[in-house]
């Protein structure tokens, strides 16, 4: 429920009984508004923020700039780039691997 819909409730309820002070939980009010909130990060959360980093593009974006950006970053360090330098095709390995783990989680997503 959002935040907006919670406060619609209460202000109901007060004119509803304006005499009768509602009894409200402040803890489990608390936790029943964190835990749908996007504010806080859960581990979904921080996952999906993860691969936002990775491609290099800002919190939010929507799937064509993740698109554009996952193409630049492939282009850039892509392994046959790196095959006369073993340290650093490992390193291109890797980093292609999150690359495309990320953009795998964003197309799951949005399509």
């Given at each position: 429920?959002?935040?907006?819909?919670?406060?619609?409730?209460?202000i109901k309820?007060?004119?509803?009984?304006?005499?009768?002070?509602?009894?409200?939980?402040?803890?489990?009010?608390?936790?029943?508004?964190?835990?749908d909130?996007?504010?806080?990060?859960?581990?979904?959360?921080?996952?999906e923020?993860?691969?936002?980093?990775?491609?290099?593009?800002?919190?939010?974006?929507?799937?064509?700039?993740?698109?554009?950006?996952?193409?630049?970053?492939?282009?850039?360090?892509?392994?046959?780039?790196?095959?006369?330098?073993p340290?650093?095709?490992k390193?291109?390995?890797?980093?292609?691997?999150?690359?495309?783990?990320?953009?795998?989680?964003?197309?799951?997503?949005?399509?």
């Amino acid at each position: 429920m959002s935040l907006f819909k919670r406060i619609k409730n209460i202000i109901k309820s007060n004119i509803n009984h304006k005499n009768v002070e509602p009894e409200i939980d402040i803890n489990s009010y608390e936790d029943a508004y964190f835990q749908d909130s996007k504010d806080i990060p859960n581990e979904e959360n921080q996952l999906e923020r993860k691969y936002y980093k990775i491609l290099e593009v800002e919190y939010g974006a929507d799937f064509k700039q993740i698109k554009s950006a996952y193409r630049k970053l492939l282009k850039k360090y892509h392994p046959d780039m790196f095959q006369n330098q073993p340290e650093k095709l490992k390193a291109a390995q890797e980093v292609t691997r999150q690359i495309n783990e990320a953009y795998t989680y964003f197309e799951r997503k949005f399509l």
